[in-house]
């Protein structure tokens, strides 16, 4: 067996994003508009992510997603992963009512190469998650793991397969369970390390080796 460390790193634009709904500038004036958007906006050039869903003054709505991509070069031919646990590194944390959190979920319709503007509306419909982890469960300015689930490390496997990045989609509780922030009362906000310097999201896989072919000697007595 062996055992890999990816990170997600948003500064040096390897296609991790912080993916915005249509509110991104100020706000949506409904939630359904903000919630249900197909496309939003990416945010790549900054240092850190956020998972978000809160009320700006108004009301006005504003859900933030994730997209993390992870570079699998180091991963040899042939081999498969057995377990995968992503950890991410809680900086700030605010909450305004009940216990929230963040949710891991598929990121089989993201855009495969690029952080898009659809792969806002692409996590939608991805409501189980992979993994979750409430915020009183995490602890302040360090990485806090979630193991990922046997569904996950099958999408893992499939993206390796087909030669490509691994990507996974985080929602915050609110978005997630489709519940309205409602203003002053209903927000939750977590920031996460997002670059090199700033601790990435970092997923640790542990894989075993390729299969090799068995040869047999024929002996004629």
């Given at each position: 067996?062996?055992?890999?460390?990816?990170?997600?790193?948003?500064?040096?634009?390897?296609?991790?994003?912080?993916?915005?709904?249509?509110?991104?500038?100020?706000?949506?004036?409904?939630?359904?508009?903000?919630?249900?958007?197909?496309?939003?906006?990416v945010f790549e050039a900054v240092n850190?992510?956020?998972?978000?869903?809160?009320?700006?003054?108004?009301?006005?709505?504003?859900?933030?997603?994730?997209?993390?991509?992870?570079?699998?070069?180091?991963?040899?031919?042939?081999?498969?992963?057995?377990?995968?646990?992503?950890?991410?590194?809680?900086?700030?944390?605010?909450?305004?009512?009940?216990?929230?959190?963040?949710?891991?979920?598929?990121?089989?319709?993201?855009?495969?190469?690029?952080?898009?503007?659809?792969?806002?509306?692409?996590?939608?419909?991805?409501?189980?998650?992979?993994?979750?982890?409430?915020?009183?469960?995490?602890?302040?300015?360090?990485?806090?793991?979630?193991?990922?689930?046997?569904?996950?490390?099958?999408?893992?496997n499939g993206y390796l397969a087909a030669?490509?990045?691994?990507?996974?989609?985080?929602?915050?509780?609110?978005?997630?369970?489709?519940?309205?922030?409602?203003?002053?009362?209903?927000?939750?906000?977590?920031?996460?390390?997002?670059?090199?310097?700033?601790?990435?999201?970092?997923?640790?896989?542990?894989?075993?080796?390729?299969?090799?072919?068995?040869?047999?000697?024929?002996?004629?007595?």
């Amino acid at each position: 067996m062996a055992t890999y460390t990816l990170y997600a790193d948003n500064a040096q634009y390897n296609e991790s994003a912080l993916l915005y709904g249509p509110g991104f500038t100020s706000g949506s004036t409904t939630w359904e508009a903000e919630h249900d958007g197909a496309t939003g906006f990416v945010f790549e050039a900054v240092n850190v992510f956020y998972n978000d869903a809160r009320v700006v003054s108004g009301p006005l709505y504003q859900i933030k997603r994730m997209r993390l991509h992870f570079d699998p070069a180091a991963i040899g031919a042939g081999e498969t992963i057995i377990s995968a646990v992503l950890s991410l590194y809680l900086s700030i944390i605010t909450q305004n009512l009940g216990d929230q959190g963040v949710h891991i979920v598929s990121g089989v319709d993201m855009d495969p190469v690029n952080a898009v503007a659809a792969d806002y509306g692409a996590l939608l419909n991805k409501t189980t998650p992979f993994a979750s982890m409430l915020y009183s469960a995490m602890t302040l300015n360090a990485y806090n793991a979630m193991t990922l689930s046997a569904d996950a490390i099958a999408e893992l496997n499939g993206y390796l397969a087909a030669g490509q990045w691994l990507r996974l989609g985080v929602r915050p509780t609110l978005d997630l369970e489709n519940i309205p922030a409602i203003d002053g009362v209903r927000e939750h906000r977590g920031q996460f390390g997002g670059d090199s310097s700033t601790h990435p999201p970092m997923l640790v896989l542990v894989t075993t080796p390729a299969v090799k072919g068995r040869s047999q000697a024929l002996f004629i007595g």
